[in-house]
């Protein structure tokens, strides 16, 4: 009798180790639907009405941007406290630029996005170079483009700003295809873009199992790549139903591919796992870890200049205030995401949805009409939950 017991056991296995060595990826995207599901019920639907889609993606299209060079930052091994700081001074560079000195919109953005990288660059050198914690560079980073912020506006809010640069984050997709209730344009967007994601995926497994690379098991692969399809064409749906797929979610989802790409795909991004994993190992094997190091803070500040500008033109004016506390939420968004404190560990797609389950979170518990003190204190929690679970489980293993 013991016989088939043994051989029901291996049967059993491939599909409880996946769920093991996968539950945070997995347990991630089963939160972000559960948070979407409560919220939807308290709010009796009105989290997932259009208009309110349509804000959710505005309002947190700055901390999903920034929380993709957030992710490379803490996966080498490092952090950056200044990247709320460098958002207001980006976006008071630009209003200046634009607004005060009358700069057309074009050359405008590309200043920005080099004094962006200028910061980055400052830093990680520092950082890289001198070996300074980047916890001390970033900190002292953060002091000091928040009073710059203060020096170029002169304590003063400046706009607005001119109407095609405000189109960066408040205009919509056009619609050739003239639909009048459905913006059937948006919405075949995103169906194309569902299937792109299937083939590419299908292709992907296909090139593992010819190089006889393990994958995940049959069942895994289809119910989760219906479910990403399903939720795609389901998001453009009710945004297409409102004014269609804002400009700045197409920003979005390229940069997302890139980064994905990047870290998946790319020697660059298998040396900067390798940085975070085990500095000393990568030096020795050959990789520069100091420039790699670097770089890491370059693309931070420039994405960090992206998110200042797409944050200025949905205000339409450049504060003093801007980015305050923007930080926490882009490193909370990683870790909640599954990135490691200690380095080495961190996905796009687990910073993406790290970045929606805090941004749900806000706009879910402001909708119920949750004050700031409390809102503040549940998402402290949730952060401490995050990286509690990520030490217990290198404990465990």
């Known amino acids: 009798m013991a016989e088939p017991t043994a051989s029901a056991a291996p049967a059993a296995h491939p599909y409880a180790g996946f769920l093991k060595n996968n539950l945070r990826e997995y347990g991630m995207l089963m939160s972000l639907v559960a948070i979407m599901a409560f919220f939807q019920y308290m709010t009796d639907g009105t989290l997932l009405q259009p208009l309110n889609l349509t804000n959710l993606v505005l309002q947190n299209s700055y901390i999903i941007i920034m929380a993709l060079g957030m992710l490379l930052v803490i996966v080498a091994g490092h952090i950056d406290l200044s990247v709320g700081s460098v958002v207001g001074f980006v976006g008071a560079l630009a209003a200046v630029l634009m607004v005060q000195f009358g700069w057309h919109f074009v050359p405008a953005t590309l200043a920005c996005l080099l004094a962006g990288a200028a910061i980055g660059a400052a830093q990680g050198w520092f950082v890289a170079f001198f070996r300074i914690p980047s916890f001390i560079v970033t900190l002292?980073?953060?002091?000091?483009?928040?009073?710059?912020?203060?020096?170029?506006?002169?304590?003063?809010?400046?706009?607005?700003?001119?109407?095609?640069?405000?189109?960066?984050?408040?205009?919509?997709?056009?619609?050739?295809?003239?639909?009048?209730?459905?913006?059937?344009?948006?919405?075949?967007?995103?169906?194309?873009?569902?299937?792109?994601?299937?083939?590419?995926?299908?292709?992907?497994r296909a090139n593992q199992a010819r190089h006889g690379m393990e994958s995940e098991p049959y069942p895994f692969f289809v119910g989760k790549n219906l479910v990403f399809m399903a939720i795609i064409v389901a998001f453009c749906w009710k945004l297409a139903s409102y004014k269609g797929l804002p400009n700045v979610l197409i920003v979005m989802t390229l940069l997302m591919l890139l980064y994905d790409f990047v870290t998946t795909r790319t020697t660059v991004g298998r040396r900067i796992y390798a940085l975070g994993g085990n500095e000393k190992a990568a030096r020795l094997s050959g990789v520069k870890t100091q420039w790699l190091s670097f770089w890491t803070f370059v693309n931070m500040g420039v994405l960090a200049g992206i998110a200042g500008m797409v944050f200025a033109a949905r205000l339409n004016t450049a504060t003093p205030k801007a980015g305050t506390g923007f930080e926490l939420d882009v490193i909370a968004a990683c870790f909640i995401g599954g990135a490691s404190a200690s380095g080495g560990v961190g996905k796009v797609l687990g910073a993406v949805i790290g970045a929606f389950i805090m941004g749900v979170m806000n706009n879910g518990m402001s909708i119920l009409g949750i004050g700031i003190d409390y809102q503040q204190v549940i998402k402290g929690l949730v952060l401490l939950a995050a990286v509690f679970v990520d030490v217990y489980n290198k404990r465990k293993s």
Do not use: C, W, Y
């Open 140 to 204: 002292a980073g953060m002091l000091v483009f928040k009073g710059l912020s203060l020096a170029l506006l002169q304590g003063q809010s400046v706009g607005p700003f001119p109407p095609n640069f405000q189109l960066l984050s408040s205009g919509f997709i056009p619609d050739p295809l003239g639909g009048e209730a459905l913006r059937t344009t948006s919405l075949l967007a995103g169906i194309v873009v569902a299937l792109a994601l299937m083939v590419a995926k299908v292709r992907e």
